[in-house]
């Protein structure tokens, strides 16, 4: 695809990344925030990308 066929929100940039997780019931608003923490950091880290340019859906 090209760059145009992407939606960026205002203020984002090219490295807008939006991230969707699936959880099975049971699990922990603790649990979920660790593992959100932890991918963000990663993300950072590892790729470079910033956490205020990944969106989440709810």
């Known amino acids: 695809m090209d760059a145009e066929d992407f939606y ?6 090219p490295a ?3 991230i969707k997780i699936n959880m ?10 660790v ?7 990663k993300i950072e880290s ?3 990308i910033r956490f205020v340019a990944i969106g989440k859906e709810t």
Do not use: A, C, H
């Open 24 to 33: 099975m019931q049971g699990r922990t608003s603790v649990i979920r925030k």
């Open 35 to 41: 593992l959100v923490k932890e991918l963000f950091s």
């Open 8 to 13: 960026y929100p205002g203020g984002r940039s």
């Open 46 to 48: 590892e790729v470079g």
């Open 16 to 18: 807008y990344t939006v």
